[in-house]
């Protein structure tokens, strides 16, 4: 897919997930943004690198964060990096930008804002990230917090996103929560999830969801 994908609508998004755990492909009609890039094989990379816009990586565990592969990205596509400060030393440079939460950054048609992520890392981040119709709350490795509750008033939230989630910490959070859509990744254990008033979306690898 290009950077300028006419299949899609202005503030429509695609969301392809790449692995089944952390690595996440994001486009709108200007926009290509790749979250927590790992697993891949650089000169085989499942997109266009050289469309993609922003690279975001969330916390330094391993399975989230591969030195290496964003380098070779950023060679690639001149991204901008958004990821936390201590990512950030790592990989030095430029655009690359430490980020702590509560502050926010626009690029092309995308705006990224940073929340609290309760996880054991070095000032991990969850993202909400907006178009002009429609929010994305994107907790990552989150365990859930009272104060999540605090996302549906604050966002409203149209999409979550959690492949990352045990079962019962998934049902918690949209609960608090409550999205429209909820996007997990396809397992046996996940199939008979419901959540009334919630629409189910379980992606296998490499599958895209188009939202609206």
């Known amino acids: 897919m290009s950077g300028n994908d006419l299949s899609l609508l202005e503030g429509s998004i695609a969301l392809t997930l790449?692995?089944?755990?952390?690595?996440l492909?994001?486009?709108?009609?200007?926009s290509s943004v790749v979250f927590d890039p790992v697993k891949l094989n650089p000169h085989k990379l499942p997109f266009d690198v050289q469309?993609?816009?922003?690279?975001?990586i969330t916390h330094e565990h391993a399975d989230h964060f591969d030195k290496e592969l964003v380098l070779e990205m950023r060679r690639r596509s001149k991204a901008q990096i958004l990821t936390t400060p201590f990512v950030a030393q790592?990989?030095?440079?430029?655009?690359?930008?430490?980020l702590g939460v509560g502050e926010s950054v626009k690029i092309k048609d995308l705006t990224f804002y940073t929340e609290s992520c309760v996880h054991p890392a070095n000032q991990p981040l969850a993202f909400?990230?907006?178009?002009?119709?429609?929010?994305?709350?994107?907790?990552?490795d989150s365990e859930p917090f009272a104060a999540m509750k605090e996302i549906k008033s604050r966002y409203e939230p149209d999409i979550m996103i959690c492949i990352e989630a045990s079962k019962g910490d998934l049902l918690e959070i949209a609960e608090m929560v409550k999205p429209k859509i909820v996007i997990s990744y396809f397992a046996t254990g996940f199939a008979d999830i419901g959540i009334?008033?919630?629409?189910?979306?379980m992606l296998r690898q490499f599958e895209t969801f188009r939202y609206p």
Not at 18 to 23: A, G, I, Q
Not at 128 to 135: A, E, F, P, Q, R
Not at 196 to 201: A, I
């Open 18 to 23: 790449l692995n089944v755990y952390s690595t």
């Open 25 to 30: 492909l994001l486009k709108t009609r200007l």
């Open 51 to 56: 469309a993609i816009d922003t690279i975001v």
């Open 90 to 98: 790592k990989l030095g440079g430029e655009r690359v930008r430490g």
């Open 128 to 140: 909400i990230i907006k178009t002009d119709i429609v929010t994305i709350y994107y907790p990552v």
């Open 196 to 201: 009334p008033g919630v629409e189910m979306k």
